[in-house]
């Protein structure tokens, strides 16, 4: 089990270009996060998707949209990157059982820069 | 507004040490709390978690409690080693939202010294 995996994991943006990152999971989890993390910050929520074929805003969707692809994958696509978009993405998944009380299981991160 | 409030920012203590890192926590209505360890370029990994019921849970060298009705909880560390350096962050889940939405504090980031 490979668990929840992200490409790329560093990306340089130039203020205006568009990107999509990817997210994996192989644990059958049906939802699926993304965050983003900034220095001296808790992670926020960008997005989720709680059951495959839905999506919804979290705390700070301005500027990013999601794609559910099919269970496993969840992107995150920046259409014209600010640099106030510079910061640390994770993807995290779920199950939609109660045990361990809807833990929430993290990818590895990437590092975005827009210059 | 629901938020979550970590101290100390940062520590620093020697291998062998104790230590222990402060949560406060404002989210109502309280459903569990969760401690994560995260590395250095790594995503976080969960350690605890603790429900309402719940005041005390371990996890070998990590103990943490909560104080639900003074909305506290504290994550203690025995015996540190080097690996135990990291950033360590509180979580808290409110009822509803079918646990979707998280409070993340800031975290605390911990260094431990040979």
């Known amino acids: 089990n490979a668990g929840v995996t992200q490409t790329p994991k560093f990306q340089v943006l130039k203020t205006g270009q568009s990107m999509t990152l990817q997210c994996a999971q192989d644990m059958n989890h049906n939802s699926m996060y993304w965050y983003r993390q900034d220095p001296g910050m808790g992670l926020r929520l960008i997005y989720y998707s709680a059951s495959e074929g839905t999506t919804d805003k979290g705390e700070v969707p301005n500027g990013y949209n999601v794609s559910r692809l099919n269970k496993r994958e969840f992107s995150l696509r920046l259409e014209s990157a600010a640099p106030s978009q510079t910061s640390v993405y994770f993807c995290a998944s779920r199950t939609r059982f109660l045990t361990p009380a809807y833990e929430q299981y993290f990818g590895p991160g990437t590092r975005l820069t827009v210059t | 507004k629901n938020q979550v409030e970590q101290s100390p920012q940062s520590l620093i203590i020697l291998e062998g040490k104790n230590c222990t890192l402060q949560?406060?926590?404002?989210?109502?209505?309280?459903?569990?709390l969760r401690w994560y360890k995260q590395d250095t370029g790594r995503g976080p990994v969960s350690l605890t978690i603790?429900?309402?019921?719940?005041n005390t849970k371990s996890n070998g060298r990590y103990t943490a409690t909560l104080d639900a009705d003074t909305k506290q909880s504290s994550l203690h560390i025995t015996a540190s080693q080097l690996s135990d350096s990291a950033s360590y962050i509180c979580v808290v889940s409110a009822i509803g939202n079918a646990g979707n939405m998280l409070t993340f504090g800031g975290g605390t980031r911990l260094m431990v010294k040979p």
């Open positions: 603790m429900t309402f019921s719940e």
């Open positions: 949560c406060n926590y404002t989210v109502s209505p309280f459903s569990n």
